[in-house]
């Protein structure tokens, strides 16, 4: 394969961000802010608009549905020098679908304008992502990191924001900042330049072949999954595990809080480890100790699971931009969005399934089956990445 993505050259110092990385750090916020504030006023509108829990779950599930198909479907036109467009494209749809919210009233309404947002952020992170390892190749792992921070940070915030407006305006106010905040964002994209649209044109001709038929891409998959079955475990199953083990509700916010700061402090230099050293050994590292993690979470008293947790979180910000560095990698220069798209799409999947099941298993059989199995089935994946790694190493300018 052709050299695309080279290990870095130097210190990371000696080469500040320009302004057009920043504004894509910032539109990757921009849209994790408003997807992180829709889950946090399910239950308001719930409660307002007389829904029951199955229907509120499937405006939920409707938004992962279309960011999967986004994500599988739509994700390759960026690497056909649309890049730039879908990023404008993805944005209108989100924020169309953030100011029906601010109207919508009945369950066909809501689902509709849940779709929308899922659509338009599904269309905007891969064309995002493949801007940023065409741009600088020679860092791309300290900046896929520090996308991964910034990220969090907005779906840290989102839901706070939501709140706090939801308590003092009412709960139309958050859709309507929302709306604002994703049209504003729409010119901000007029800010990054098109050069890399432009090469990424010139190419899309050549002969395309499916990305999963390759090993290392099938490597870094695996290692995906892993990494997604706790995450959908977490988000279904702590809360209802620490109030079973007696935590009071302000606890549980607070270490669900704690949860992303390592996320955020970490990522940019996991994705450079990544690049540095190669992600299969990254990873090989990080999710044995988060599968470590994810088992005691079905045996330890509250305070020690609370203990364990943060280390879970230094690990799973080493193992998240990890994982698009081994995509990135592992993609041809003509399928570098195709690839993130993939990636994306496997992982709202897993970890919709892992919550779905995880929830049930943890119902019937108690959290030591549940936890205990979720670590096993990691390391099986973790055992297939480097299995698959290993058939084709020699990718990029990286090894593993």
Not at 358 to 386: E, H, K, P
Request: glycine share 10%; hydrophobic share 55%.
């Amino acid at each position: 394969m052709e050299d695309g993505i080279t290990p870095p050259e130097s210190d990371e110092r000696e080469h500040p961000l320009t302004r057009a990385m920043i504004l894509l750090f910032l539109l990757t916020a921009l849209m994790s802010l408003g997807y992180g504030s829709v889950f946090t006023l399910l239950a308001d509108i719930r409660d307002k608009f007389g829904f029951t829990d199955g229907q509120v779950g499937l405006i939920a599930f409707a938004g992962l549905f279309t960011g999967v198909l986004s994500q599988l479907f739509l994700a390759r036109y960026s690497d056909r020098g649309y890049a730039v467009v879908m990023m404008r494209v993805g944005i209108a749809t989100a924020a169309f679908g953030m100011l029906w919210m601010v109207f919508a009233t009945s369950l066909w309404q809501w689902i509709a304008a849940r779709l929308l947002l899922g659509l338009g952020s599904g269309m905007v992170g891969p064309a995002i992502r493949r801007v940023i390892i065409a741009r600088d190749p020679q860092r791309v792992g300290a900046n896929l990191g520090r996308q991964t921070a910034f990220d969090v940070a907005g779906f840290v915030l989102g839901p706070a924001l939501a709140a706090a407006l939801a308590q003092i305006f009412g709960l139309r106010a958050p859709f309507i900042v929302l709306t604002v905040v994703y049209v504003l964002a729409v010119f901000l994209v007029g800010k990054v330049t098109t050069a890399e649209d432009a090469a990424a044109s010139e190419i899309s001709t050549a002969k395309r072949f499916s990305l999963i038929r390759l090993p290392a891409m099938q490597s870094a998959l695996f290692a995906a999954i892993a990494f997604y079955l706790t995450i959908g475990m977490f988000e279904a199953l702590w809360s209802i595990l620490l109030r079973d083990q007696g935590a009071a509700t302000w606890l549980i916010g607070v270490t669900l809080s704690l949860f992303t700061i390592p996320m955020i402090v970490f990522a940019p230099k996991g994705g450079a480890l990544a690049q540095r050293i190669g992600p299969i050994r990254v990873v090989t590292v990080s999710i044995t100790v988060a599968a470590i993690a994810t088992c005691l979470y079905g045996f330890l008293p509250l305070w020690l699971l609370i203990v364990i947790s943060g280390i879970h979180a230094i690990a799973d910000a080493y193992t998240m931009p990890a994982n698009q560095v081994a995509v990135a990698v592992s993609s041809p220069p003509d399928q570098l969005a195709a690839g993130q798209g993939l990636l994306g799409a496997t992982g709202l999947a897993i970890a919709a399934a892992s919550a779905l099941i995880g929830s049930a298993v943890y119902d019937m059989y108690g959290r030591s089956s549940i936890f205990a199995g979720t670590a096993v089935l990691m390391m099986i994946c973790l055992v297939l990445a480097r299995w698959r790694w290993n058939a084709q190493p020699a990718l990029h300018g990286i090894t593993g």
